[in-house]
């Protein structure tokens, strides 16, 4: 109905706040099962929350959790470029 070259609305959400706000900050808390607990410290519209059994899992799941919160779908994860800049910090590419 769009036509092709519709993209979702999140995507300029999620680019904006990149551009105004900076990188997401994360911190870890490991549970005494080993998984990680990571939460958002410094996003302007609440908390972003997920969890990995390891370190390769949570990359994954932060920038899921990333887009989710600007309601974009992880098909468009490519596009979106979420990617992570430091030990803890996540920004738009």
Known sequence: MLGKDAVPSGLSELNRYFRTYGPISFRNEIQEDGSIITISENFRYGSIVTSAKDQIELE????????TA????????K?????????QEYAFA
Request: hydrophobic residues 40%; negative net charge.
């Open 70 to 77: 600007f309601e974009v779908p992880s098909s468009y994860a």
């Open 79 to 87: 596009e979106a470029g979420v990617h992570r800049v430091s030990e």
């Open 60 to 67: 994954k799941n932060v920038k899921d959790a990333i887009l």
